[in-house]
Nanobody, 127 residues
């Protein structure tokens, strides 16, 4: 079992930056899981944003965040980060991190691929 807690959300103006953190705790280290970041805007379904492989060598970004978001992980600290730059109003939503057991290599950005979820942190981009 793995517990995930997101932090770092808040209100930011368009063009601003935030860094989200996903801290893991439990019987198993986070290093054995691929980690994904997802978001859910009001009235919309939850969508994948980015993910990172167990080792950190593999990452995926959806087109809408490429060049603006960077995912990274520190397995010694059991934490995954999502650096978000050049934020836009359409980035607004609740951001969730999730852990997947079944990726030996790589990662994915689909909800169904993930086994454990955090409670989410709100990101609001508005002037």
């Amino acid at each position: 079992q793995l517990q995930l807690v997101e932090s770092g959300g808040g209100l930011v103006q368009p063009g601003g930056s935030l860094r989200l953190s996903c801290a893991a705790s439990g019987f198993t280290s986070q290093r054995y899981y691929a980690i994904g970041w997802f978001r859910q805007a009001p009235g919309k379904e939850r969508e994948g944003v980015s993910c990172i492989s167990r080792s950190g060598s593999g990452t995926i970004y959806v087109d809408s965040v490429k060049g603006r978001f960077t995912i990274s992980r520190d397995n010694a600290k059991n934490t995954v980060y999502l650096q978000m730059n050049s934020l836009k109003p359409e980035d607004t939503g609740v951001y969730y991190c999730a852990a997947a057991k079944n990726f030996d290599i790589g990662c994915g950005v689909y909800n169904s691929e993930y086994d454990f979820w955090g409670q989410g942190t709100q990101v609001t981009v508005s002037s």
